[in-house]
């Protein structure tokens, strides 16, 4: 099978793809021919051995496909458990493996799996109550995009996403968010309060680290919360205490990995965003569709802030 693999960390450079041979999936799991792959910003950090689950070589990157289960003829999508994705070929568990629902397409459900899930859980560790004012950080990304629109379903009361350029924010716009406003870290809190009718926010998810962090966490109001599900700028933070008890403020990390033993909490949450998009109140971002062979370039394109929503690989080309 064709294949994406590094046998060193580093920049995009060290992912070729190569012929391997198909996997042999063991007692707990199954085969899946993979008809599409999901791309995450993750793979990036998993290419440097820099994300929050140390990976090993040599390394097929990739957390999340779509295809057919060899045993059933099933059509699903599964998560690797990060690593093995780029393929066309991938061995998984029996119980990260979840039927699609007939007439969804494969970005679709890929768009709901790892990013829809996480977007749908940032909501629940946040602890959203009705009418409560959210800031999404990069509104117009694959979590992003879906965490603006969960806004009102999740009972939201204002939500104010932050985009690098023009055409992401007017996006955020068109899904549902209130307000839209620049990223750059520079005069962010005064942005935040401005969109927000000159008033704090009630809870932040944020992705990027660093200033943009910072200017979040001051942005929040008594009670507040952040919840940080991503370190983009590779920057982390500290933060003080005397900071969080000043405001009785909350500061929450999220990582997804977190969620593989919990089959029944995602099966519920997957349940709930398939039935949100059937009601159309869940429109799915798809981004560009890279051949396998330029993953390299899809990765690029990711750090570079070049695209939008969803990110998808065809193991074909």
């Not at 791309?39 to 929050?52: G, I, L, P």
């Not at 995009?145 to 716009?173: F, H, M, W, Y």
């Not at 700028?233 to 593989?260: A, P, Y």
Request: charged letters at 25%; glycine letters at 12%; proline letters at 4%.
């Amino acid at each position: 099978m064709r294949a994406v693999q590094q046998t060193e960390f580093g920049g995009p450079e060290v992912l070729h793809v190569v012929d391997l041979p198909i996997p042999e999936p063991g007692p707990d799991e199954v085969l899946v021919e993979v008809t599409t792959i999901g791309m995450n910003f993750a793979d990036t950090h998993t290419r440097e051995n820099s994300y929050v689950q140390e990976a090993s070589l040599p390394l097929i990157p990739g957390a999340e496909v779509a295809g057919i289960r060899q045993d059933t003829g099933e059509r699903v999508v599964a998560m690797t458990g990060g690593a093995g994705g780029y393929a066309q070929y991938a061995a998984v568990r029996k119980d990260r493996c979840y039927p699609i629902p007939d007439g969804v397409d494969d970005g679709t459900a890929l768009a709901l799996l790892l990013q829809g899930l996480t977007a749908w859980l940032l909501y629940d560790q946040g602890h959203v109550r009705e009418g409560e004012s959210v800031v999404v950080i990069s509104g117009a990304g694959g979590v992003g995009s879906l965490a603006v629109q969960l806004g009102r379903p999740l009972g939201a009361g204002r939500v104010i996403a932050t985009a690098s350029s023009e055409d992401k924010r007017r996006l955020c716009l068109e899904l549902g968010a209130d307000a839209a406003t620049d990223t750059d870290a520079e005069g962010l809190t005064e942005r935040i309060l401005e969109a927000n009718g000159g008033e704090p926010v009630d809870v932040v998810f944020e992705m990027s680290g660093g200033a943009v962090f910072d200017r979040c966490l001051d942005a929040l109001a008594p009670f507040g919360r952040m919840i940080a599900y991503g370190i983009a700028s590779k920057d982390q933070n500290e933060v003080r205490t005397g900071k969080l008890l000043r405001r009785s403020l909350t500061v929450t990390g999220f990582w997804f990995g977190h969620c593989h033993d919990k089959p029944g909490l995602v099966a519920r949450a997957l349940d709930d965003l398939y039935a949100h998009a059937a009601a159309g109140r869940l429109r799915v971002v798809v981004g560009e569709t890279y051949a396998l062979s330029d993953a390299r370039r899809a990765q690029e394109d990711l750090v570079g802030r070049r695209t939008q929503g969803k990110l998808l690989l065809d193991p074909r080309r």
